[in-house]
């Protein structure tokens, strides 16, 4: 029974994409995807063959290059075979540098995707375009989303160029393995819906790529398969530029010819299917309700029948909550490759935006099929009513040895257990259906999740709690469960009593803008603070160019002239663009490369040797029509860079500030962040050296946490509280040098590590302190707190995210019991790259009580001893 409920939670987990976390290298870097999967239509030469397209190495002559010149007519292609079906996120691309002797690159490309190998199809974005933008110099990777996301096994990278001429390409490509197994549903198309009073809504499906034939899809996958759950007003979309209902696909009752949609989806080969799950809109005060009941019929061939026994279900229909959902749907652990859905209305329309199957993908042989029916009930009841199937072996060609009864009587006591087998899981079901929709209060009630990173055991207990309690390794679906006010953070006034009192306290009232770094220590504030949800101060954490802005002792631009700023004016046309590295409200972050920096700046400037070739450096720029206020406030970020002065720290180099567009340009590392850096390596070993995959050593993660903690110290030092440190804020040289920079949040590379509240902030809230998201309060201690996550980020090799298995309102919620201090808080598990010693140091990063973390001086001083000198 346990082993059931562990593949339910398993298949639960696994089954749920979010785009926003799917965006893992798939192995063209480091090796992973071998040589012979990776083929191409043609070869310029030997060593400019296919396997050597891998995003930032240089084997071989440095790139895969077509034969001759490309032609706008050309269809030459790269194609990788990934090895299963794959949720491809994300492209990368690169041109063939040759260390310094290639210049070729595409400036465009086309995606074409396969499940087979045979049939393949064109890759186009959300607006129906099918080229995608690439790269502008030969040595620079340019990082693509793909909206919408690919699900593929074979992908066909195809070089697009308008005039004659010469095409190298290197490539990554990120995104996570499709353990859905579906490759493709039917459905009636979308329908309009025109009411009035409100705009017009479509809601077909825009991005499925099957046949469409007498308003029939068929044959493909499209929006039910993307990852992205519409919102609870289905007129709100996700995406911008595009059209009211977008994120719903919807039909009419009675438009169909039946009070039903039929669905069929078919899947990569026969699986053992536990449940689906339905993402539908329920907005019934606008003729908008879930399915009132479905049924499922199963095919174990494609050219099979359909069974005759189906699985039915009736869902309990709500009233009283507009809010969208998932609803579930057991599927009795049937064999099938093929499923039919037929989806019932309960109202005028209904509408889906994703749906997911779980399953296991072994499949047990089944002869003798036991049905237990449960007839309807005449009155909703809160526990589905299924037709569950259990399968025992075939007995009939067992050999009559006289002993009938006795075979009889094993029979009997074999039907009887899986009878109670069968009541066991319908309570689990209904047991796990409660559970689904309680709101908080199971946890006021004293039962808990207790969580093993060692194990793989799901133990439901009652207290006495372990007073901590870490994230556990294996998936699962939930951890908490949240009422809907949680969907918007304010709700913590609501959820967590202590803090609805108001903030009349002290002069230690925490603030983004002002940390309390001169009026009281931060036990004092503790002590003397009355916790409050700081949404008003929110704001100020990011600048004005998207990126993260320092909090500082008081500082005001008021009187702030050219002579205030202490670094040189550089000629503006010396700057040449290479790549947007993020943007925000009122200005852009680029990476450009500087012509005669060196000179320009003189002996002593912090700049890499680069040969006499041109600098790369990061320009923060403010667009021209800012407001003032603005203008005010990029002025007071030079001023605030133009005091750093660190070898941890990025440098402010120059401005540009004569005249419009104002600019300050800052170092740039040729390693980039330290994010990407570590994702894309493996922990040195005779295996790495042996396949030549990058790697790194433990000597080198400790010297990367050495010279963060020292960068840290100097901040501290000056009083300045950074609010944002991460590996994606942490810059690397080639010689593992360490560069504290601040733009991490302008990246749209990184938008899934942050927290957007009420559409106007972001906030790294997995990095955050529980102060600093319940009282708006950062502090050289809020800092320490986030080292603590960044070495926890740097011992795992940034291979997943912080708390990757909650949701972002999970993590709010876990931050209320770090306040309430009852022992239901979840940390971060140690990884297994960790010494026990330094994770012991994380966890004191983590420490409720914010006297007892460690000082930067205290954590530069206990690391600097692990580091070889």
Same mark, same amino acid.
């Given at each position: 029974m346990l082993l059931y409920l562990l593949l339910v939670f398993q298949a639960n987990a696994n089954a749920q994409i979010d785009p926003a976390h799917c965006r893992y290298p798939l192995g063209m870097e480091d090796g992973r995807i071998k040589d012979h999967d990776i083929t191409a239509s043609s070869q310029w030469y030997e060593t400019t063959g296919p396997q050597y397209a891998r995003l930032n190495r240089e084997e071989g002559d440095g790139a895969w290059c077509p034969a001759g010149l490309l032609q706008p007519s050309d269809t030459q292609y790269l194609q990788v075979d990934l090895g299963q079906l794959t949720f491809l996120t994300v492209v990368g691309t690169q041109g063939r540098y040759a260390r310094n002797s290639g210049k070729e690159f595409a400036r465009m490309y086309r995606l074409n995707y396969s499940h087979d190998g045979q049939l393949w199809r064109s890759w186009k974005n959300r607006l129906g375009n099918k080229t995608m933008e690439a790269n502008d110099n030969a040595y620079v990777s340019v990082i693509k989303d793909l909206h919408p996301p690919i699900i593929s096994r074979y992908i066909r990278l195809i070089p697009v160029t308008k005039m004659p001429t010469t095409v190298c390409m290197r490539l990554e490509l990120y995104g996570c393995p499709w353990h859905d197994g579906l490759t493709s549903y039917s459905s009636p198309e979308g329908q309009l819906m025109m009411p009035p009073g409100y705009p017009i809504a479509s809601l077909n499906d825009s991005t499925y790529? /099957?046949?469409?034939?007498?308003?029939?899809?068929s044959g493909g996958l499209g929006q039910l398969t993307d990852g992205v759950t519409g919102q609870d007003d289905f007129l709100v979309t996700r995406q911008y530029h595009v059209w009211p209902g977008y994120d719903y696909v919807g039909w009419r009752n009675g438009s169909l010819g039946s009070g $039903?949609?039929?669905?069929?989806?078919?899947? !990569?080969? *026969?699986r053992n299917f536990t449940s689906m799950k339905v993402h539908s809109n329920n907005m019934f005060y606008r003729g908008v309700k879930i399915f009132s009941s479905v049924s499922c019929s199963f095919k174990p061939r494609l050219i099979a029948n359909w069974e005759t026994e189906p699985v039915e279900f009736r869902t309990v229909l709500d009233d009283r909550n507009p809010s969208a959902r998932y609803v579930t749907v057991p599927l009795g652990r049937r064999n099938a490759k093929a499923l039919r859905c037929r989806f019932h209305f309960a109202d005028v329309w209904m509408m889906f935006s994703e749906i997911s199957f779980q399953s296991a993908d072994t499949v047990i042989p089944t002869q003798i099929t036991l049905a237990v029916t449960s007839p309807w009930p005449k009155e909703e009841s809160s526990m589905p009513t299924t037709h569950k199937t259990v399968t025992t072996p075939s007995t009939k060609d067992q050999p009559d040895d006289g002993n009938t009864p006795i075979l009889i009587g094993c029979l009997v006591t074999i039907i009887l257990l899986l009878v109670v087998i069968i009541f066991l899981i319908l309570w689990c079901q209904y047991v796990c259906k409660v559970l689904e929709k309680a709101p908080r209060r199971i946890l006021e009630e004293e039962v808990t999740v207790r969580l093993s990173s060692s194990s793989d055991t799901i133990i439901l207990q009652t207290p006495p709690v372990p007073p901590r309690v870490s994230q556990m390794d294996h998936p699962y679906e939930r951890v908490f469960l949240l009422d809907?006010? $949680? *969907? !918007?953070?304010? /709700?913590?006034?609501?959820?967590?009593?202590?803090?609805?009192?108001?903030?009349?306290?002290?002069?230690? /009232?925490? /603030? $983004?803008?002002?940390? !309390?770094?001169? *009026?009281?220590?931060p036990h004092q504030c503790f002590q003397s603070s009355v916790p409050h949800y700081a949404e008003t101060d929110i704001v100020s954490l990011q600048g004005v160019t998207g990126s993260n802005m320092y909090a500082v002792p008081a500082l005001t631009v008021d009187s702030l002239t050219r002579k205030d700023i202490s670094v040189a004016e550089f000629p503006r046309h010396r700057?040449?663009?290479?790549?947007?590295?993020?943007?925000?409200q009122f200005g852009e972050v680029h990476l450009c490369e500087a012509e005669g920096l060196p000179e320009f700046l003189g002996e002593g400037a912090p700049l890499p040797d680069r040969d006499g070739r041109p600098v790369l450096v990061a320009v923060k720029q403010l667009r021209a029509d800012a407001t003032n206020n603005a203008r005010n406030d990029f002025l007071k970020e030079i001023k605030i860079m133009s005091r750093l002065n660190d070898p941890n720290i990025i440098q402010l180099l120059c401005v540009c500030v004569s005249s419009d567009p104002l600019c300050m340009v800052t170092e740039y590392m040729d390693n980039g962040d330290l994010n990407m850096f570590l994702s894309q390596r493996e922990m040195e070993s005779t295996l790495t050296h042996a396949n030549n995959i990058p790697a790194v050593s433990l000597s080198d993660l400790l010297h990367m946490s050495v010279q963060i903690s020292s960068g840290m110290r100097y901040l501290a030092s000056l009083n300045f509280v950074h609010r944002d440190l991460a590996t994606r804020n942490c810059l690397l040289d080639r010689r593992l040098t360490i560069k504290i920079a601040d733009f991490g949040m302008s990246r749209n590379l990184y938008s899934s590590d942050y927290y957007r509240i009420q559409g106007r902030a972001v906030l790294p809230i997995r990095w955050m302190a529980w102060e600093s998201i319940l009282l708006g309060k950062f502090t050289t201690a809020s800092d320490v707190w986030a080292f603590g996550v960044t070495l926890w980020e740097i011992f795992t090799l940034c291979k997943e995210q912080p708390y990757s298995l909650l949701s972002d309102e999970q993590v709010i919620e876990n931050t209320g019991e770090f306040f309430r201090n009852q022992g239901r808080q979840i940390f971060l598990y140690a990884p297994l790259l960790c010494p026990p010693s330094l994770f012991e140091l994380m966890m004191r990063c983590w420490d409720r009580d914010i006297a007892d973390r460690p000082t930067f001086e205290g954590l530069y001083q206990a690391l600097r001893p692990h580091v070889v000198q």
């Open positions: 790529d /099957g046949a469409h034939e007498r308003r029939k899809l $039903y949609v039929e669905m069929e989806f078919v899947f !990569d080969k *026969q809907p006010q $949680y *969907q !918007d953070p304010a /709700g913590l006034r609501n959820k967590l009593p202590e803090l609805s009192r108001s903030a009349e306290t002290s002069a230690c /009232g925490g /603030g $983004y803008a002002e940390p !309390d770094v001169t *009026q009281c220590t700057l040449l663009f290479r790549e947007k590295l993020g943007e925000g």
